[in-house]
């Protein structure tokens, strides 16, 4: 049986979360944000993000715990692609460590840099100021 979409693995989990089964929510939530982070799609990873919040809302205990994870994992991941930015490990997304192996590709150059950058040292083009400094 081929692996379900993103669509059908984020019904699944509404499905699940609708008749109070969260971990099962929490287990498609996992599967629709693999397959939209494998298909870059931040409006998707933007969805499981929301699925992810009613989850923790609704469930307690563990399952709590695992929704918030999830949740963080597709707003990390959706930021990070929305600013062209390229995570070394899935965890990073998850946990913010290892910063300084992410990565961002050079808008003139194409060449690969530390995503906190603001000049590209093979070109010396300059990142616009972030309009807030990252946490």
Do not use: N
């Amino acid at each position: 049986m081929p692996a379900p979409d993103h669509r059908q693995a984020l019904d699944r989990a509404r499905d699940a979360l609708d008749r109070g089964r969260a971990k099962a929510a929490v287990r498609h939530g996992w599967t629709a944000a693999q397959d939209a982070a494998r298909a870059r799609r931040p409006d998707q990873l933007a969805e499981v993000a929301d699925l992810a919040a009613a989850i923790a809302e609704r469930a307690g205990g563990r399952a709590a715990g695992d929704a918030e994870v999830l949740g963080r994992y597709c707003a990390r991941l959706r930021e990070e692609q929305l600013a062209g930015i390229e995570p070394s490990r899935p965890l990073d997304a998850i946990f913010d460590v290892f910063r300084r192996q992410r990565t961002k590709t050079c808008p003139d150059c194409a060449e690969k840099i530390k995503a906190d950058a603001r000049l590209c040292r093979y070109c010396g083009y300059r990142y616009p100021a972030d309009p807030e400094p990252r946490r």
